[in-house]
């Protein structure tokens, strides 16, 4: 069982930036692969960006490659967002999700994480 703690959303002016972290309970978080989604209102859930267990693989939703850059600590059991040059489109509630795997793939799809958190705001002013 893996608990997801996200921090960091908050009001931020466009071209700014800002660090989302997504703390994990558990001591084999090492072991699975996390990805970052968000979901503005009206609209659906959607991909960010993926990183596999040891940090291997990564892969970014063509909106934010570029100017989002995912990473993750494994001794702090956290992964990151650090996002960059945001625009008030980047402008969401942001989840972070985990999944134990074996390999070092990276996942994209919503239905394929089991953990979810339960989510931080953040706002970009224009």
């Known amino acids: 069982q893996v608990q997801l703690v996200e921090s960091g959303g908050g009001l931020v002016q466009a071209g700014g930036s800002r660090r989302l972290s997504c703390a994990a309970s558990?001591?084999?978080?090492?072991?699975?692969?996390v990805g970052w989604f968000r979901q503005a209102p009206g609209k659906e859930r959607e991909f960010v960006a993926a990183?596999?267990?040891?940090?291997?693989?990564?892969y970014y939703a063509d909106s934010v490659k570029g100017r989002f850059t995912i990473s993750r600590d494994n001794a702090k059991n956290t992964v990151y967002l650090q996002m960059n040059s945001l625009k008030p489109e980047d402008t969401a509630v942001y989840y972070c999700?985990?999944?134990?795997?074996?390999?070092?793939?990276?996942?994209?799809?919503?239905?394929?994480?089991?953990?979810w958190g339960q989510g931080t705001q953040v706002t970009v002013s224009s």
């Open positions: 990183i596999s267990r040891s940090a291997f693989n990564i």
């Open positions: 558990g001591r084999t978080f090492s072991s699975y692969a």
């Open positions: 999700a985990a999944r134990f795997s074996a390999t070092l793939v990276v996942i994209t799809q919503t239905d394929e994480y089991n953990y």
